[in-house]
């Protein structure tokens, strides 16, 4: 989605997005892009800094208070170091500055939001299927210490964390 209240920056990012395969819709200000992420759910959104009554910053607030892995891509052409500083420590994926010139940092960041996304929902996925097939269905074990294993799992599996298992040679 892009959210901008200039309708020719909406336009023309819009075109360019779906030459690369996105669906793009469009919002003026950050009430609608509010209404339309309510309706339509988009994966990425990429909203200006400085629009009229709600700022790219307060959208960006909103946007991480309801989805918090959304990613959200800042674009304004009054960028400063501090404004850029502010939006990455609320979340934004990225700041960029208008006039958008270098199309292939955007196609880049977008296409990395977009692998991003595709391992979360994979992650979902294995998770409800998992949940399914009774949590850890082809561990065996009955003993108090396996159990407490499988809850160690349980908990550590919630988490987005690496987690490297060691054991002797040969226990699986």
Do not use: C, Y
Not at 52 to 73: F, W, Y
Not at 131 to 153: H, M, P, Q, T, W
């Amino acid at each position: 989605m892009v959210v901008d209240d200039d309708a020719g920056i909406r336009a023309s990012l819009g075109v360019i997005l779906q030459n690369w395969g996105f669906e793009a819709l469009q919002a003026s200000d950050a009430a609608e892009a509010i209404r339309l992420v309510e309706r339509q759910d988009p994966d990425i959104v990429i909203t200006d800094l400085v629009m009229p009554e709600t700022s790219g910053l307060d959208l960006l607030r909103s946007l991480k208070a309801g989805d918090p892995h959304r990613p959200v891509l800042l674009i304004t052409a009054q960028g400063n170091i501090d404004v850029a500083v502010e939006a990455m420590k609320l979340g934004a994926r990225d700041f960029l500055t208008k006039p958008l010139t270098d199309l292939p940092k955007l196609k880049a960041l977008l296409d990395d939001a977009e692998r991003e996304l595709e391992m979360r929902r994979k992650a979902r996925r294995l998770t409800a299927r998992i949940e399914e097939n009774g949590g850890l269905g082809d561990f065996v074990g009955v003993s108090k210490a396996i159990r407490e294993v499988f809850e160690l799992i349980e908990s550590v599996a919630q988490r987005d964390v690496s987690v490297m298992i060691t054991g002797e040679s040969g226990t699986g």
